[in-house]
Antibody, heavy 126, light 110 residues
Framework: QLQLQESGPGLVKPSETLSLTCTVS??????????WGWIRQPPGKGLEWIGSIYYSGRTHHNPSLQSRVTVSVDTSKNQFSLELTSVTAADTAVYYC??????????????????WGQGNLVTVSS | QSVLTQPPSASGTPGQRVTISCSGS????????VYWYQQLPGTAPKLLIY???QRPSGVPDRFSGSESGTSASLAISGLRSEDEADYFC???????????FGGGTKVTVL
């Protein structure tokens, strides 16, 4: 059974860089059927897609965050990672990693997220 | 302000049928599949419905999805106490060039 687990610090200072890693177990990250995504949820609020990466390294990001986001993949470790620079209090959220099903045709990211990791609460505060 | 619009809350008594709406536009629901996620308190979201009306293995058939035009719905029949959760709809959006989510609907079992 495929499982994902986020890891990283729970507290980041304003203006610094948030870094998280997602470790995939029970299956290979090098599958042609899936991207690997990051989604966040501010406390008490809804879900926001951050970005997704294919095992080849091809990435797609939410345009609203694109200038601050880097998503990378390490197939040898079956891991993918997120970096978000210049964080502010507005970036405080639970960050989830998830497997992202490839969609059809010209919209490869139009598939669903399943399964999800348990989430990692990141608080931005000095 | 979410791209997909859901009512903030819905409720019902055990055994009742509850329906949650998700309103979008031609750039998302009107063109692409809709997905539904269930988030039990304190846990990560879980896929409930994919491709408008398909249930993953293990999801009870009390949960059903439908889509019409630029709107979609999730129905829960035979409501049970363990269905108390937040429910989110999602779809690809051409304007964002990415997946978008509804604001979520909190279902309460009275």
């Amino acid at each position: 059974q495929l499982q994902l687990q986020e890891s990283g610090p729970g507290l980041v200072k304003p203006s610094e860089t948030l870094s998280l890693t997602c470790t995939v177990s029970g299956g290979s990250i090098s599958s042609s059927d899936y991207y690997w995504g990051w989604i966040r949820q501010p406390p008490g609020k809804g879900l926001e897609w951050i970005g997704s990466i294919y095992y080849s390294g091809r990435t797609h990001h939410n345009p609203s965050l694109q200038s601050r986001v880097t998503v990378s993949v390490d197939t040898s470790k079956n891991q993918f990672s997120l970096e978000l620079t210049s964080v502010t209090a507005a970036d405080t959220a639970v960050y989830y990693c998830a497997r992202h099903r490839v969609g059809a045709g010209s919209t490869p990211l139009s598939g669903w997220f399943d399964p999800w990791g348990q989430g990692n609460l990141v608080t931005v505060s000095s | 302000q979410s791209v997909l619009t859901q009512p903030p809350s819905a409720s019902g008594t055990p055994g009742q049928r509850v329906t949650i709406s998700c309103s979008g536009s031609s750039s998302n629901i009107g063109t692409y599949y809709v997905y539904w996620y269930q988030q039990l308190p304190g846990t990560a979201p879980k896929l409930l419905i994919y491709r408008n009306n398909q249930r993953p293995s293990g999801v009870p058939d009390r949960f059903s999805g439908s889509e019409s035009g630029t709107s979609a719905s999730l129905a829960i029949s035979g409501l049970r106490s363990e269905d108390e959760a937040d429910y989110f709809c999602a779809a690809w959006d051409d304007s964002l060039s990415g997946p978008v989510f509804g604001g979520g609907t909190k279902v309460t079992v009275l």
